[in-house]
């Protein structure tokens, strides 16, 4: 750790630790057996180009796959008995990790974390099993009105980007395991940028040594990665679609209204 920093109006504790992770601490006494936390850096699927992302489009799915040599049927058992939870996200612009543990549990949980980004594990068998399922779901998804509706609306919003659509059957042969597994791994190969907060049952100076074993341990490069706007927008001007799919007496209406703002906390909670 590098850094303490008390921010007494709101009862918090920010860390910066030695590899430029920054924490934010938290105490509660709400439950006395829960911690929670997320975790938010900037870059996500957003470092993909337009023409590499169905390649990759499997990333998301990895951390599913287990953690090294265990599957995540093995994992589950391996963590029964715990309270400790930890998932992954990668979203359009951020990738990140959320969980929680009683207080016992919360070195497992912050050892998942540690796995998850260090040692994630690479399962064709799996790859192939969900692409198949994909298959299946796409090849029947244009029998749902909903479906079609709703890729309707998305390709107005998006103007029809790839990044946003739902893809065909015969994209499916373009996403690779191996891309998609790189891609991942670069996503958390640098966690100078990650930024976790913690709420819960705790005392912030017997937590941190923890913090500092397994957040702090995580690999950093102080790349300061940012997002990427991919120049994702809504068509301009009036766009009107109507979709007649389905023989029940249903209808949706959706309207859209798009324009430029001042983006803050203040403009979209107004």
Do not use: C, H, W
């Amino acid at each position: 750790m590098i850094n303490t920093e008390k921010i007494e109006s709101i009862g918090v504790t920010k860390l910066t630790l030695s590899n430029g992770v920054v924490v934010y601490l938290k105490p509660t006494d709400f439950k006395n057996d829960q911690i929670i936390f997320t975790s938010f850096a900037q870059g996500g699927t957003s470092q993909a180009a337009d023409q590499d992302f169905l390649a990759v489009n499997y990333a998301g799915n990895i951390p599913s796959d287990g953690i090294g040599e265990f599957d995540n049927p093995s994992l589950r058992k391996l963590l029964a008995g715990t309270t400790a939870s930890t998932s992954v996200y990668l979203s359009d612009l951020y990738q990140g990790f959320s969980g929680g543990a009683s207080p016992k549990d919360l070195e497992t949980a912050l050892q998942l974390v540690y796995a998850f980004a260090t040692n994630p594990r690479k399962d064709p068998v799996v790859f192939k099993k969900n692409l198949e399922e994909y298959v299946v779901y796409l090849q029947n998804a244009n029998d749902a009105p909903d479906n079609v509706f709703s890729d309707t609306v998305t390709a107005v919003l998006s103007s029809n980007s790839v990044r946003e659509r739902t893809p065909e059957v015969a994209d499916i042969s373009k996403i690779s395991l191996d891309r998609s597994f790189d891609f991942y791994k670069n996503r958390f190969a640098d966690a100078s940028g990650q930024t976790f907060i913690f709420v819960g049952n705790f005392d912030v100076a017997g937590i941190t040594p923890l913090l500092e074993t397994y957040l702090g341990g995580l690999p950093a490069a102080g790349k300061a990665e940012k997002f990427v706007d991919r120049g994702v927008r809504p068509r301009s001007g009036k766009t009107e679609r109507i979709v007649k799919k389905g023989i029940e007496d249903k209808a949706q209406v959706k309207l859209f209204f798009y324009d430029s703002f001042d983006y803050s906390p203040r403009t979209i909670s107004s």
